[in-house]
C-alpha cells in the first residue's frame, strides 16, 4: 500500500528519475517488503501414493538412469510456487524410483540431503565410500558436499524419499556440484557409520579421531520404532501426540545444519491442537490414515502419502481409526533457529483446533 501523497508533476518526475536510476522509494513499498507476518505463496497440498506410484513405475521403465540426469527423481511442486522446483520455499521433497542392479552415479553437492525409505530393501546409498544399506523406515543422511550414489542389491524396485534443502541453497546462489571419476564409489565400509555412531547415548572414544565418515549416517527403522513404542500415553504432546527429532548423536542438534527430520505416533482416536510455525514441513505419512487440517482445509491421507505445511500455516491432525499412525516429517527448524528467527504460536480461539473450511 502506498503512502497516500497527491501525485504532483514534480513527484511523479522524482519517481521516474529514481526509477531510470535503478532505485526505489521505501515509502511506496513499505507494507509489501514488510508484513505483520509471513504469507507464504506455497500452498497446503497433498500427493497420493495411488497417483505417483504409477508414474515412478512408468518411469522406471522409460528412463535409464545415466552420468547426465543422475537420477530417477520425480518431485513433488507446490502449486502456489509457479516455476520454482520446491515443495515449500526451502524444501525439495521428491520420490526416487531404482531398480535392482541400477546404479545411480556417484556425484556430490552443496545441497544437504535426507532419505527416507517407503519400499524395498537391500538398496544402498555410499556416503564417502561407507556403503548403507537401506531398508523400510531408515532414514538416510547426505550431507553438504559428502559423495554419494546409490546401487540395488535386491530383487524388486525400491522406492524412498527424498529431502533437500536444495530450494533454499539455490535462493542463496550456493550451488556447487562436481560429479565423481567413477560410476560409484569404492566402499571403504559397510554400515559403518551405523555401527560406530548408532546408539547414540553412548560415545566411541574413536569419533574423536578424525574420521571418513560425517558422523552417524542411517537412523535404522528397528531403533527409531523401539523408541516410538516405548514412549507411551504419558510422553504425548498437544501439537504431535508422541513425537520424536531424530539427532546428531554428538550434538543432540538437528540432524542436518538445515534440516531437522522428525517421527511422530499419533494414536487411535487422537486429534492434536492446532499451532503454526515459522517452519516450513513436509510430512510422509509412513503408517495409517487420518487428515490434517492446515490453514482451514482439511486433508485426508492414508500410508504413502505426502503432504506440505508452508510457513507459517496453522496445522493440526487427526488419527480417526483403530491403529496408530505413523507421520515422518522434514522441516527447515533449524535455519530459523540459527538465524534467532525461530516462532511458533499456539491456537487460542475455541478448543485450540482450526475451523474446516470442508
Ligand atoms: C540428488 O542428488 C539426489 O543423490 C536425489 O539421490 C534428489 C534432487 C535434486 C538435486 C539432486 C540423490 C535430488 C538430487
Not at 1 to 30: C, F, I, S
Not at 152 to 167: A, F, K, N, T, V
Not at 243 to 263: D, F, K, M, S
Request: aromatic share 10%.
Amino acid at each position: 500500500m502506498a503512502v497516500e501523497l497527491e501525485l504532483t508533476e514534480e513527484l511523479r518526475k522524482l519517481y521516474a528519475d529514481v526509477d531510470a536510476k535503478h532505485m526505489a522509494p521505501l515509502w511506496n513499498v513499505t507494507a509489501q517488503l514488510l508484513p505483520r507476518e509471513p504469507a507464504s505463496k506455497a500452498i497446503p497440498w497433498l500427493w497420493r501414493r495411488d497417483d505417483y506410484w504409477p508414474l515412478c513405475q512408468r518411469a522406471g521403465e522409460l528412463v535409464p538412469i545415466e552420468r547426465g540426469g543422475e537420477r530417477r527423481v520425480l518431485a513433488f511442486i507446490n502449486p502456489g510456487l509457479e516455476g520454482k522446483y520446491a515443495t515449500t520455499h526451502t524444501i525439495w521433497a521428491a520420490v526416487q524410483y531404482l531398480q535392482p542392479g541400477e546404479i545411480a552415479p556417484a556425484h556430490r553437492h552443496t545441497p544437504n540431503a535426507i532419505r527416507f525409505i517407503i519400499e524395498g530393501s537391500r538398496a544402498f546409498t555410499t556416503v564417502n565410500g561407507d556403503k548403507c544399506f537401506m531398508e523400510r523406515g531408515d532414514l538416510v543422511l547426505t550431507p553438504a558436499w559428502t559423495w554419494h550414489d546409490h546401487g540395488h542389491e535386491g530383487s524388486e524396485p525400491m522406492i524412498w524419499m527424498d529431502g533437500l534443502d536444495l530450494p533454499l541453497v539455490g535462493d542463496l546462489e550456493g550451488v556447487f556440484f562436481e560429479p565423481f571419476k567413477g560410476d560409484r564409489q569404492p566402499p571403504l565400509g559397510i554400515n559403518a557409520s551405523e555401527r560406530r555412531h548408532g546408539l547414540g547415548q553412548l560415545r566411541p572414544a574413536i569419533s574423536a579421531a578424525p574420521e571418513a565418515y560425517p558422523g552417524l549416517l542411517n537412523y535404522k527403522w528397528s531403533q527409531t520404532a523401539t523408541r516410538l513404542q516405548t514412549l507411551g500415553d504419558e510422553d504425548a504432546t498437544p501439537y504431535d501426540d508422541i513425537a520424536l527429532e531424530y539427532v546428531n548423536p554428538h550434538t543432540g542438534g538437528p540432524v542436518l545444519p538445515t534440516l531437522a527430520c522428525w517421527i511422530q505416533r499419533i494414536r487411535p482416536g487422537i486429534h492434536t491442537r492446532a499451532r503454526r510455525q515459522v517452519a516450513s514441513k513436509v510430512y510422509h505419512v509412513f503408517e495409517g490414515e487420518g487428515w490434517s487440517v492446515i490453514n482451514g482445509r482439511r486433508f485426508n491421507w492414508k500410508q504413502g502419502d505426502f503432504f506440505c505445511v508452508p510457513t507459517w500455516s496453522w496445522h493440526e491432525h487427526a488419527n480417526t481409526s483403530s491403529h496408530d499412525a505413523v507421520l515422518f516429517s522434514v522441516q527447515d527448524t533449524p535455519v530459523f533457529q540459527a538465524f534467532g528467527l525461530y516462532r511458533e504460536e499456539a491456537l487460542q480461539s475455541g478448543d485450540g483446533r482450526q475451523i474446516t473450511a470442508r
